[in-house]
């Protein structure tokens, strides 16, 4: 089945704007994670949210966690050029263990323009 | 900051070549991981590492690849006989106990 997946597939905003994405999964989860992928580059940890957990911020960032939906949401505030990239959803799977490894969604891709 | 390193950054095989993708984990990391992604696509868990042997592993991870820790310190991934469909941006990661995993620059592996 699929996990984490992530909407809209792509998204182009102004300097400025707020930019919201999302992210629907299919089980239970540990915790849900979201990075950034800039161009062709390595994979940034930007947040965690944990399953008991409804809101946290960092930053400009603001993560949901909806688990009754199975959703999240990421919100970047007041963005800048500098946010364009990619951003990824990952689950870490509950009753996985401790190993923890993580399922991802295909991403959003975030232009923003100057 | 402590960070992952993977080399090399870029690799060119022939198919049916061995490569070895290097990666440095974070010296107190204690779960080791390998991913990939090919072009376009999701990232895809490959196999995980965990007190010197394999934890898990996909399917993706068959008999062509392999992992080793050989000297404390570096954690490889070997792909026996590269295949075109092996072309991607391979990801190393590590992690100590909690559940943040922290990922390398990626090393891209073009197969022709």
């Known amino acids: 089945s699929q996990q984490g997946e992530e909407d809209p597939q792509a998204l182009s905003i102004q300097e400025g704007e707020n930019a919201t994405m999302n992210c629907s999964y299919k089980?239970?989860?540990?915790?849900l994670q979201w990075y950034r992928q800039n161009s062709g580059r390595g994979l940034v940890h930007l947040i965690l949210?944990?399953?008991n957990e409804r809101e946290k911020h960092s930053g400009r960032l603001r993560v949901t966690l909806d688990t009754s939906k199975k959703s999240s949401s990421l919100l970047i505030t007041a963005s800048r050029a500098a946010d364009t990239a990619s951003y990824f959803c990952?689950?870490?799977?509950?009753?996985?263990?401790?190993?923890?490894?993580?399922?991802w969604g295909l991403g959003t891709s975030l232009a923003v323009n100057p | 900051e402590p960070e992952v390193t993977q080399t090399p950054s870029h690799q060119v095989t022939q198919m049916g070549q061995e490569v070895i993708l290097r990666c440095v984990p974070i010296?107190?990391?204690?779960?080791f991981y390998w991913y990939r992604q090919i072009l376009g696509q999701k990232v895809e868990f490959l196999v995980s590492?965990?007190?010197?042997?394999?934890?898990?592993k996909s399917e993706i991870f068959d008999d062509q690849f392999s992992v080793e820790r050989p000297d404390g310190s570096n954690f490889t991934l070997k792909i026996r006989s590269t295949k075109l469909e092996d072309s991607a941006m391979y990801f190393c990661?590590?992690?100590?106990?909690?559940?943040?995993?922290?990922f390398g620059q990626g090393t891209r592996l073009t197969v022709v």
């Open positions: 949210i944990r399953s």
């Open positions: 089980t239970s989860i540990n915790n």
């Open positions: 590492f965990y007190n010197n042997e394999i934890s898990e």
């Open positions: 010296s107190n990391h204690l779960y």
């Open positions: 990952a689950t870490d799977l509950h009753n996985a263990g401790n190993n923890r490894k993580l399922i």
């Open positions: 990661a590590s992690r100590r106990t909690g559940p943040e995993a922290f």
